[in-house]
């Protein structure tokens, strides 16, 4: 994918090349300090093995990320960061990068739970969920848990409406999905017709998106649509079960067409969560509302008298499914925060031991007799 060029040397000109990914007059401001220094501005487009290629005024460079390459894999340099790069040289060096505005983080399968940056800067964050298989509401909650955490505002596509071809079947699936992902909106597309794809252009004509889903969802397919090429390798899925194969290994940043730009990335296993409290909360917001009238502030929804969340289930105002996938990612990311944070450790361990001890009192009464 090539990039416009630009004839202005000056970074804060209207006119600059990388308006057209971003660039605007706060970014300007910021990288001031790094203009002083003779360096240049550009966007990083994809990162691989200690170089990244970066659009700057002058066209895409090569750069060495040896001087932004911390050990907290979250301050590592990624595809959508604003880079200050050396003007000339072999090899140029990318000197620093802009604070993000936003950033896309999971946590990884790894021992040390450490967390992965998908993607920087991102304003609309495009969910593509395949209708070829059967829908899995818990993992949606969990990629519109990530990325309402970003700051980025989430997007549901579902992919391949032409495999569901009773509009009645396909208005139900839809409806499952906007309970799911309440304040969201909700895109059937067909990327092999065009069909719904010309509203989603318009939705991410005006920033940044990162296109995110597993392996199979039609991501690199749907990210051809969008800029009108066959510009992302597609492999089709398997027919026994639906899943996909890894066509896209890198993450990258492409401009679109009718404005925009888009950051596609790899089918991803697994779906972590990295310090999404916040998230969680967004993704779940009825549940919220309702606990807002529980009796007791700390309520946990689980048998505390006047609880208004339970009551809701009841009645049938709110899913039992809903409960339970909220309980489960609050518990999830709990343990992941606590792994570094030591005083939410140390409450966890303490509220297990009450726990624990409690159970073996109740257990001992029950064995003597008593209630």
């Known amino acids: 994918m090539s990039f416009p060029a630009s004839d202005s040397s000056s970074s804060n000109s209207p006119a600059h090349a990388l308006a057209a990914i971003g660039w605007d007059d706060a970014w300007a401001a910021e990288f001031a300090p790094y203009e002083a220094q003779g360096l240049l501005p550009g966007r990083v ?4 093995r200690g170089q990244c290629d970066v659009v700057t005024a002058q066209g895409t460079v090569r ?10 894999p979250l301050r590592v340099i990624c595809t959508g960061d604003w ?4 003007p000339a040289g072999n090899p140029r060096y990318v000197k620093a990068y802009l604070p993000r505005r936003t950033a896309f983080v999971r946590s990884t399968s790894s021992q040390r739970s450490e967390g992965q940056i998908l993607a920087a800067n991102v304003d609309h964050a495009v969910i593509a969920v395949s209708l070829a298989v059967e829908l899995d509401l818990g993992r949606i909650e969990r990629f519109l848990a ?67 889903g597993v392996s199979g969802a039609g991501k690199s397919t749907l990210a051809n649509a969008l800029l009108g090429a066959e510009v992302m390798e597609v492999q089709a899925a398997r027919e026994t079960d639906g899943k996909g194969r890894h066509t896209t290994t890198t993450r990258n940043l492409l401009a679109l067409p009718g404005g925009g730009v888009l950051i596609d990335t790899p089918g991803l296993r697994g779906v972590g969560l990295w310090d999404a409290e916040a ?11 309702h606990a807002a009238d529980c009796r007791f502030h700390d309520c946990a929804h689980v048998a505390e008298p006047g609880c208004a ?16 996938s ?14 570094t944070d030591a005083r939410l ?5 303490r509220d297990w031991r009450l726990k624990s001890a409690e159970g073996r009192a109740n257990h001992a009464a029950k064995r003597g007799g008593r209630l």
Not at 83 to 86: G, S
């Open 45 to 48: 487009v994809r990162v691989d």
């Open 279 to 289: 998230g969680v909360g967004q993704v779940f917001s009825e549940i919220e509302d």
């Open 309 to 324: 969340v339970l009551a809701a289930v009841e009645s049938g105002a709110l899913a039992q499914r809903r409960l339970e």
């Open 83 to 86: 880079a200050a790069v050396e």
């Open 63 to 72: 750069a060495d990320t040896a001087f932004v390459t911390p050990h907290d």
């Open 146 to 212: 990530l990325a309402w955490e970003s700051g980025a505002q989430p997007l549901v596509v579902l992919t391949k409406a032409d495999l569901v071809p009773d509009p009645v079947v396909l208005a139900h699936l839809v409806q499952d999905v906007e309970t799911t992902a309440p304040g969201v909106q909700v895109l059937t597309v067909c990327s092999l017709t065009g069909e719904g794809t010309d509203v989603l252009a318009a939705v991410v004509s005006g920033g940044t998106s990162v296109l995110l």
């Open 345 to 349: 450790r140390s409450e966890l361990r």
């Open 326 to 339: 909220y309980r489960k990612l609050l518990r999830e990311n709990q343990r992941i925060v606590a792994k």
